[in-house]
């Protein structure tokens, strides 16, 4: 990833400074090459034609490597990656890219999650589809998505957000589902804004000044350029996280009202492309996550997460929340992340709402 004329290109440094730090080898690379077909269960809307992407039937269309090579950005990251093999994963055939070292898939798919999450792993890329969070719940429930491991979609149908509003995917951009740890931190309701922290840091070692914007958001100045969503479904965690890569939505298609403007990298002057920035950004959280968070416990978590927090001193207008719609000043945030706001001369901790900035 570059600050293209800005900054010196960083992506070499930091991926080589991550790998060091880990110790872990490269997490495997799976295409879900010949899709995924809605489980029979489900009812089907829509006409079958049989291609996949008119065919309401299918969450992720098949994904040949051919297609992949023809999408923005994806052209160079399919480039720099090795030979793909073709390979089973929970009954699912895919394409893998082999590391230069390290287990294969089979080891994936046959260990318990746990297990295998403390060797590589995976990122499953697949094709357009409903949601990557649909796909990962699939893959999870199948006993093929361990922990850190992750789908990466190329574009989404269906892309959800907090409420399910929708979330504009086109191809590009990053539309990943993590499967977190069900435990600790993750397990709680501070999760959001937890795995918020950790992105805004590895985004941070990138030379990318992200901010947090209270609950999920990921700010870079005052537009969004990201967003995370944590579903918990049987005991699974997975935070769906869409990072505006190469394009963002108009003013016209955002929340009328209360949206915060989008934005994308390549907007700001940042050239990324979405499986190179994807490994960068999961590696580093795991490793500030295992390093920092699991040690270090609650009180120490909050005041990392308040470094990254957008707008701290700043007048803004409530919208939605306990307290209402009405204006107020950002204090930082309390232990279990809730925001800590003066209101009417008096502190408030806010657990639920939106917030936007009264404009300086
Ligand atoms: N690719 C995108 N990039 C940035 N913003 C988007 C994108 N797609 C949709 N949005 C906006 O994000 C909203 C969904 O995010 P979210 O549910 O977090 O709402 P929000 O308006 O950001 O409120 P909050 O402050 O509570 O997070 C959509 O309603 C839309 O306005
Ligand atoms: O700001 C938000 O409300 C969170 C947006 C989360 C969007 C991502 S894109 C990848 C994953 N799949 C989805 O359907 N949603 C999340």
Redesign the pocket.
């Known amino acids: 990833m570059s600050r293209s004329n800005t900054q010196p290109d960083r992506t070499d440094a930091a991926s080589q400074s991550a790998a060091s730090r880990k110790g872990q080898g490269v997490p495997v690379v799976h295409l879900l090459h010949e899709g995924l077909p809605l489980p029979s269960a489900e009812p089907s809307s829509g006409a079958a034609t049989g291609h996949p992407a008119d065919d309401a039937r299918w969450m992720a269309d098949p994904l040949p490597p051919e297609v992949l090579r023809g999408l923005p950005g994806w052209d160079q990251d399919f480039a720099a990656l090795p030979g793909f093999v073709p390979t089973s994963l929970g009954g699912t055939p895919m394409l893998v890219a082999r590391p230069d070292s390290g287990p294969s898939v089979e080891f994936i798919a046959s260990s318990s999650p746990s297990a295998s999450a403390a060797a590589l792993p995976p990122v499953i890329v697949c094709g357009p589809c409903t949601s990557s969070l649909d796909v990962a719940h699939t893959l999870a429930a199948a006993g093929a998505l361990p922990e850190w491991g992750a789908v990466l979609a190329v574009s989404q149908r269906a892309?959800r957000?907090?409420?399910r509003?929708?979330?504009?995917?086109p191809p590009g951009?990053i539309y990943a589902a993590l499967r977190l740890p069900a435990a600790g931190v993750f397990a709680t309701e501070t999760a959001a804004i937890a795995l918020g922290c950790l992105f805004a840091e590895a985004f941070n070692a990138l030379g990318v000044p992200v901010q947090l914007?209270w609950?999920?958001?990921l700010l870079l100045g005052d537009a969004?350029?990201?967003?995370m969503l944590i579903e918990e479904k049987r005991g699974v965690v997975l935070a769906g996280i869409?990072i505006?890569v190469v394009s963002?939505?108009p003013p016209q298609?955002?929340?009328q009202g209360?949206?915060?403007p989008?934005a994308s990298l390549a907007d700001r002057g940042i050239s990324a492309t979405p499986l190179t920035l994807w490994r960068h950004l999961v590696e580093d959280s795991r490793f500030c996550y295992e390093s920092q968070v699991l040690r270090a416990g609650g009180a120490d978590f909050v005041s990392c997460a308040e470094k990254h927090l957008a707008w701290v001193g700043r007048g803004v207008v409530v919208h939605g929340g306990e307290v209402g719609d009405c204006p107020g000043r950002i204090l930082g945030l309390e232990p279990q992340g809730g925001l800590r706001i003066v209101i009417s001369g008096r502190e408030h901790i806010l657990r639920s709402?939106?917030?936007t900035p009264i404009p300086s």
């Open positions: 892309g957000g907090q409420l509003r929708p979330w504009e995917s951009n914007k609950p999920n958001d969004k350029v990201g967003g869409g505006n963002a939505p298609a955002l929340r209360w949206a915060v989008a709402g939106s917030i």
